[in-house]
Every structure is written in C-alpha cells, then in structure tokens.
C-alpha cells in the first residue's frame, strides 16, 4: 500500500511540474516569437507524469518534427 501511495505521489508531483515547465518552455518560445506550443491538456500532464522530463522533452520533439 504504501509503495502504490508513494507512486502516486511521485506521478502527481512530476505531471505537476512538468506541466509548470510547459507554461514556462511555452512563455519563452512566445517571447522569441518561435511558432513552438505544447498544449496544455490531460495527455500533456500524463506524458510528464509517467515520463517527468524526458517526456516533456518528447512532446517538444513531436511538436518540433513539422518545422523540420
């Protein structure tokens, strides 16, 4: 019970700030007018909740592919 708590935990706190570096990544890309959004949405914040960092890495990554 306890390590399924915990996990729990842990899940909230990187979707929480994994999102909180979407709004950020979002805020610079805008203020150097570069055409780079990730939405904020319940897929973003599971991506970064299962992932934490190298997820949110990835959602830029699929975002990016287009302008390539």
């Known amino acids: 019970m306890k390590e399924k708590n ?20 979002n805020q610079y890309f805008e203020y150097k007018e570069i055409a780079l959004q990730v939405g904020w949405n319940a897929v973003s914040f599971l991506t970064s909740g299962f992932l934490g960092l190298p997820g949110v890495a990835m959602l830029y990554g699929i975002v990016a592919i287009p302008i390539l």
């Not at 915990?6 to 990544?25: Q, S």
């Open 6 to 25: 915990n996990f729990l935990v842990n899940f909230i706190i990187r979707g929480i700030l994994g999102m909180g570096l979407i709004f950020f990544a």
